[in-house]
């Protein structure tokens, strides 16, 4: 189900700029018994994306309100907001977007979630590389060719998810996911200065190791880094929190870091 700018309804304009350009962000929340878990972080990276894209003045409160709408009594399920710049002239100067659009939408859980979250995934090395642009590394915008090409070649294997590097060969993230390794006390999850979308679980997930004896490090490191890993997590605010059993040859008996953030996340 979708709602255009308030209204129910499944029809953009052509001349819409995310259509025309992916001139946009958006965000991807969970629903649990029609609460949206960390709304506020939701609207938060939201903003944030709204303000490095410049785009026009958003109305949050709607925003808000319309997410909330769009939960309702749902007892499990996902709710994606996208804020496009909306129409304008033809080429690329945003002079006339004065409105955003914002598009609201409700869909079914993912199933397989439930799955995995027991039995552990498999992670396959992507072929394709995250181009570096430190202008928009962090941002969830609208223009994903990247990830769509990273899921079509994950489809051509028997793993769960992508091992994602950037063009420089360091590890950024997944298809769809943030990545986290152990080793010992030591937590790493890669650097995003360059490349890669910063999640909101895993926000979630750096903050509940606030204050634990775990080390948290933002580090930029190749893919051999995770031979000697104890144990791997990839996360997302639907997940939300995953571990991994392999990745590429490399096997991971461990669940300590996993047991101890389930009940946060």
């Given at each position: 189900?979708?709602?255009?700018?308030?209204?129910?309804?499944?029809?953009?304009?052509?001349?819409?700029?995310?259509?025309?350009?992916?001139?946009?962000?958006?965000?991807?929340?969970?629903?649990?018994?029609?609460?949206?878990?960390?709304?506020?972080?939701?609207?938060?990276?939201?903003?944030?994306?709204?303000?490095?894209?410049?785009?026009?003045?958003?109305?949050?409160?709607?925003?808000?309100?319309?997410?909330?709408?769009?939960?309702?009594?749902?007892?499990?399920?996902?709710?994606?907001?996208?804020?496009?710049?909306?129409?304008?002239?033809?080429?690329?100067?945003?002079?006339?977007?004065?409105?955003?659009?914002?598009?609201?939408?409700?869909?079914?859980?993912?199933?397989?979630?439930?799955?995995?979250?027991?039995?552990?995934?498999?992670?396959?090395?992507?072929?394709?590389?995250?181009?570096?642009?430190?202008?928009?590394?962090?941002?969830?915008?609208?223009?994903?060719?990247?990830?769509?090409?990273?899921?079509?070649?994950?489809?051509?294997?028997?793993?769960?998810e992508a091992l994602v590097l950037d063009?420089?060969?360091?590890?950024?993230?997944?298809?769809?996911?943030?990545?986290?390794?152990?080793?010992?006390?030591?937590?790493?999850?890669?650097?995003?200065n360059h490349a890669g979308v910063a999640?909101?679980?895993?926000?979630?997930?750096?903050?509940?190791?606030?204050?634990?004896?775990?080390?948290?490090?933002?580090?930029?490191?190749?893919?051999?880094?995770?031979?000697?890993?104890?144990?791997?997590?990839?996360?997302?605010?639907?997940?939300?929190?995953?571990?991994?059993?392999?990745?590429?040859?490399?096997?991971?008996?461990?669940?300590?870091?996993?047991?101890?953030?389930?009940?946060?996340?």
């Open positions: 189900m979708y709602w255009i700018n308030g209204q129910q309804h499944d029809a953009l304009a052509v001349g819409d700029r995310g259509l025309q350009f992916g001139d946009g962000c958006f965000t991807t929340a969970r629903v649990v018994e029609g609460k949206i878990d960390l709304l506020p972080w939701h609207l938060e990276r939201l903003q944030q994306a709204a303000r490095c894209l410049l785009l026009p003045e958003v109305d949050w409160a709607s925003v808000e309100r319309e997410m909330l709408h769009a939960a309702g009594s749902t007892a499990l399920g996902v709710v994606k907001v996208i804020l496009t710049r909306g129409s304008g002239g033809r080429g690329y100067s945003p002079v006339g977007c004065a409105a955003p659009t914002r598009i609201v939408s409700r869909s079914t859980y993912p199933i397989h979630y439930q799955q995995w979250r027991e039995e552990g995934i498999k992670l396959a090395l992507s072929p394709i590389q995250l181009a570096r642009s430190p202008l928009l590394a962090g941002v969830k915008h609208l223009n994903r060719l990247e990830q769509v090409l990273i899921r079509a070649h994950l489809e051509q294997t028997d793993a769960d063009t420089a060969g360091m590890l950024v993230e997944c298809c769809a996911a943030n990545l986290f390794w152990r080793k010992g006390r030591d937590v790493f999850t890669p650097c995003l999640g909101v679980m895993r926000r979630k997930v750096m903050a509940s190791l606030t204050a634990t004896d775990y080390r948290l490090h933002h580090v930029s490191e190749p893919l051999e880094t995770l031979a000697d890993a104890d144990e791997v997590l990839v996360c997302n605010a639907l997940m939300p929190l995953l571990s991994v059993n392999t990745a590429q040859s490399w096997c991971y008996h461990s669940r300590q870091l996993y047991d101890f953030l389930r009940p946060y996340c």
